[in-house]
Structures are given as C-alpha cells and as structure tokens.
C-alpha cells in the first residue's frame, strides 16, 4: 500500500492578493521545528490562504525537509502557507503519528529521488506517493506513533533544558 491510498497529499496555495489587509495566522514552512515543534505566526497581509490547518494533519516541507510535523490539536483559523505539502488520512485506520514516523524515517529516500544536483533538494506529491505503508494492526501503529512522539517530545525538553542552562551560564558569567 502507498501513501496516497490512505492519504490525501495537499499543496497549499497562496491565491492572488485581496483588497484589504487583514491579521492572519499561518504557519509558514520557517515555523515548522525539530522535533514536532510548529509555531504559528500572525501575518498582516493582504495574500489568501486556501488550506486550513486540522488536527492529525502531518507536514512537511517541501524544500530541503529534514523531519515531519503533525498538529495535535485543532487550530482554529489557521492557515498553511506554501512551500509545504500536508498529508491528511483519509481514515481512522492509520494511526496519524505512526503515519508521521514512516515519512520522517523515508526522508533520505525522497532527498535521494529528488537527485536535482542542487544544494536545497525539494520533494513533490509524487515523491510521497511512492511511499509504502506497512500494514501493521492498529494497536502496533498506537505503540510506534506513541514512542515517535514521545521522543519528540523529549527532545524538546532537553533542548528547552540547553537552552536555560545556557541562558543560567551566561547570567552568572555577567555577574563574576
């Protein structure tokens, strides 16, 4: 089974400008972090987004990825910007970070399809579509998606502990 038997693979647009400015949140492809960490940003602009952001959507980006993002939670008003390609299950019989994990796991694989000869490679539709997805029971896909997740979230944690540590050097050192 590929990917796109049990997904639908989605290119965000950014249609021609409107003519008033409005605040939009977004997330654009610089928001998506390490570790399944996205941030959404509040734009004034005048472009329009035509893809909403759901729950269980899974994302990456489409220029020089280097890991997959999914939204766990609902984000209401929320829009995603180009330069990113969502995955969105089609049903409830894939475990959504099980999902994520295989795409992740698969990425030197698309860097190596893509073989433009450029120094920032980029994937397409096509590129995830020939994915394959193993056909494991629910129950093993909750147990991989659970500890995909979970190592993503303790990573952030150690990178959040890193981060105040060196903030807590770099406080002690001004004051000796």
């Known amino acids: 089974m590929k990917i796109n038997d049990i997904a639908v693979i989605?290119?965000?647009?950014?249609t021609e400008k409107d003519s008033?400015?409005?605040k939009k949140k977004v997330i654009l492809s610089a928001g998506l972090k390490e570790n399944n960490e996205t941030l959404v940003e509040t734009i004034n602009?005048?472009?329009?987004?035509?893809?909403?952001?759901?729950k269980d959507d899974i994302i990456i980006k489409r220029v020089s990825p280097q890991y997959v993002?999914?939204?766990d939670q609902s984000k209401?008003?929320?829009?995603?910007g180009n330069n990113l390609i969502i995955i969105r299950l089609k049903n409830k019989k894939y475990h959504p970070s099980y999902i994520a994990y295989l795409i992740e796991k698969n990425i030197p694989m698309l860097e190596t399809m893509s073989n433009s000869g450029t120094r920032f490679y980029s994937i397409n539709k096509k590129m995830l579509e020939s994915?394959?997805?193993?056909?494991?029971?629910?129950?093993?896909q909750l147990s991989i998606g659970?500890?995909?997740?979970?190592?993503?979230?303790?990573?952030?944690?150690i990178n959040l502990l890193k981060d105040k540590n060196d903030l807590m050097k770099k406080i002690i050192y001004e004051k000796i």
């Open 76 to 80: 209401d008003q929320v829009y995603y």
């Open 131 to 140: 994915i394959n997805v193993p056909s494991e029971e629910y129950s093993i």
């Open 45 to 54: 602009d005048n472009v329009l987004f035509d893809t909403n952001v759901y």
């Open 20 to 22: 008033t400015i409005n």
């Open 146 to 157: 659970n500890l995909w997740d979970s190592l993503n979230k303790r990573a952030r944690i």
């Open 69 to 71: 993002n999914l939204i």
């Open 10 to 14: 989605i290119t965000p647009k950014v």
